[in-house]
C-alpha cells in the first residue's frame, strides 16, 4: 500500500484479508457494533494525542467503523469511490456548490 490509501486500496486489502461473502448480515452487525463503540469513546472524548495509545480512542473507533463500511460494500460488490463520485455530483446539485 502507498503512503496515501485510497479507499479502492482498503478494499482491495480487506477483501484479500477479510472476505467472506456469505457473511453479508455479519459484516453489517459488526458495523453497527462499532458505532456504538464510536458513540461512547466520542462522548467520552478520548483521543489518541492524550493517551498515546490508540487502543479505545475516537481514532481507533473511527478505523473500525471504515472497515467494516469497506467489508460490507465487497460482499455487496460496491465500488466505494464510484458511490463518492455519484453522490457527490447529487450533493452538488442539492446544496448549489
Known amino acids: 500500500m502507498t503512503e496515501q490509501l485510497t479507499l479502492k486500496e482498503l478494499q482491495e486489502y480487506i477483501k484479500k484479508t477479510d472476505h467472506a461473502p456469505d457473511f453479508k448480515q455479519h459484516y453489517f452487525y459488526k458495523l453497527v457494533e462499532e458505532v456504538g463503540e464510536l458513540s461512547e469513546v466520542v462522548r467520552k472524548n478520548k483521543r489518541l494525542a492524550e493517551t498515546g ?32 463520485r455519484l453522490k457527490e455530483e447529487i450533493n452538488k446539485v442539492k446544496w448549489n456548490k
Open 53 to 84: 495509545n490508540i487502543k479505545g480512542t475516537i481514532e481507533e473507533e473511527l478505523y473500525d467503523v471504515l472497515y467494516y463500511v469497506a467489508a460490507l460494500a465487497n460482499v455487496h460488490e460496491i465500488d466505494l469511490e464510484e458511490c463518492f
